[in-house]
Each structure stands twice: as structure tokens, then as C-alpha cells.
């Protein structure tokens, strides 16, 4: 189970969009709809921002979107506000009741 | 609303075991799935392994098996998890992580406040 692959590091400025990959395999993201997204600030715990590759959680702004095509699956981040910036981790399932997060990619607002 | 309250930093010696606990409170405990991920200093998070309380079937991570152990007290609605043989590789931040249902496409959505363990001789 090696770890979904994800830019170290993107940027944008107030008001930007920004699209941060996460590159799996036909073992993970490429064959199962089960994609998640979390947030995680410096000294807190990881914060969930999206599920099932599409789907936003109750409370979740509509600034964030997923998706997916074939091995790879994206989070975009709309209108960008600086309280975005933190890392963010995507999460596949992996067959046999297993899971594999990306590296994590740290996103800085200008 | 369900919270997750995990046991104080731990400092271990390399070659020993550390147990670590997690309690659930607000909300029922034994049906859904409690998950642990651990992330090393400036590190991204790991899945290590999860156990479903009310079956008390646990499944791990390939890099962990053998060597993690996790379980649950269906009485005191606490998960553990517990790893043995620690290096210094072992020193991470240890989150346990609720999913709100059985089904692999359940995503964690509660999380604990992470427990710090070092290994350090």
C-alpha cells in the first residue's frame, strides 16, 4: 500500500481557485468511488472536507468541490480565503477494509 | 454529538510497547468503526488500522502487521491500539478517527485530539 501521490505544495491568492491532485492506483483511487478530503491546521487534528469523492459534510463551505477521473482525484478550492491556508490530505479506500492517505500537500495563500 | 478523547503523550525506550486509548463519549460506541493514523513530526498522516467494536473485527495496514494491535472495551466505549518493538521511527502524533458507519465508504469524521509518543533512549 503505497501513499497516493500529491504535490508538496500549491499557492494561490485571495479570491483564486486552486486544484490539488492526488494520484492513486487501479488498486485505490482508480477503482473505487471512495475518495475523501481533510483539512488539518498547524497542532489540530485532521478535519474532514469532503467524502465519497463529491459529497461536502454538513457545515462544509460550497467552496469546496471533489473529483475524480480515472487514478487521479482532485479537491479545488474556489474564491480562496486566507483562513485556507493549511494541508490537506486526500484518503482512498483500498480493498480488504484498508485505507491509504496521500503525502499531503500544503497550501499557501498569498 | 459523538467525542473522541484520547489518553496523555507518552514517552517510551526502543524495544518497548505503548498503549494508547481513546474514549467515546455522547454517542453510541460499539456499532461504528474506530480508525488509528498516526503522522511523524513535519510527516503526512498513516492509516495504521481500524476495529469495528460491535463484531470486534480489526483490520490493519500491511507495514503494521504483527506488530499493532487494536482493540476495544465495548463496557468502557474505549478503543486501543497498542505497538510494539517502537524505534524511533515510531515517534508520531497517534489519532483515533471515527467513521459514522460499516461501510468502506464511510470517511472518518470525528477525530481525537492525537496522543504524542516518543521513543527516545
Known amino acids: 500500500q503505497s501513499a497516493l501521490t500529491q504535490p508538496a505544495s500549491v499557492s494561490g491568492t485571495p479570491g483564486q481557485s486552486i486544484t490539488i491532485p492526488c494520484t492513486g492506483t487501479?488498486?485505490?483511487?482508480?477503482?473505487?468511488?471512495?475518495v475523501s478530503w481533510y483539512q488539518q491546521h498547524p497542532g489540530q487534528a485532521p478535519k474532514l472536507m469532503i467524502y465519497?469523492?463529491?459529497e461536502r459534510p454538513s457545515g462544509i463551505s460550497n467552496r469546496f468541490s471533489g473529483s475524480k477521473s480515472g487514478s487521479t482525484a482532485s479537491l479545488t478550492i474556489s474564491g480562496l480565503q486566507a483562513e485556507d491556508e493549511a494541508d490537506y490530505y486526500c484518503?482512498?479506500?483500498?480493498?480488504?477494509?484498508?485505507?491509504?492517505f496521500g503525502g499531503g500537500t500544503k497550501l499557501t495563500v498569498l | 454529538q459523538v467525542q473522541l478523547v484520547q489518553s496523555e503523550s507518552e514517552v517510551k525506550k526502543p524495544g518497548s510497547s505503548v498503549k494508547v486509548s481513546c474514549k467515546a463519549s455522547?454517542?453510541?460506541?460499539?456499532?461504528?468503526?474506530i480508525n488509528w493514523v498516526r503522522q511523524a513530526p513535519g510527516q503526512g498522516l498513516q492509516w495504521m488500522g481500524r476495529?469495528?467494536?460491535?463484531?470486534?473485527?480489526?483490520n490493519y495496514a500491511q507495514k503494521f502487521q504483527g506488530r499493532v494491535t487494536i482493540n476495544a472495551d465495548k463496557s468502557a466505549t474505549t478503543a486501543y491500539i497498542e505497538l510494539s518493538s517502537l524505534t524511533s521511527e515510531d515517534t508520531a502524533v497517534y489519532y483515533c478517527?471515527?467513521?459514522?458507519?460499516?461501510?468502506?465508504?464511510?470517511?472518518?469524521?470525528?477525530w481525537g485530539q492525537g496522543t504524542m509518543v516518543t521513543v527516545s533512549s
Open positions: 455522547g454517542g453510541t460506541f460499539s456499532t461504528y468503526p
Open positions: 484518503c482512498s479506500y483500498a480493498g480488504g477494509s484498508t485505507w491509504v
Open positions: 476495529i469495528v467494536p460491535f463484531v470486534d473485527i480489526a
Open positions: 465519497e469523492v463529491t
Open positions: 487501479t488498486s485505490d483511487v482508480g477503482t473505487y468511488k471512495v
Open positions: 478517527a471515527r467513521a459514522p458507519g460499516t461501510y468502506n465508504s464511510d470517511p472518518f469524521d470525528i
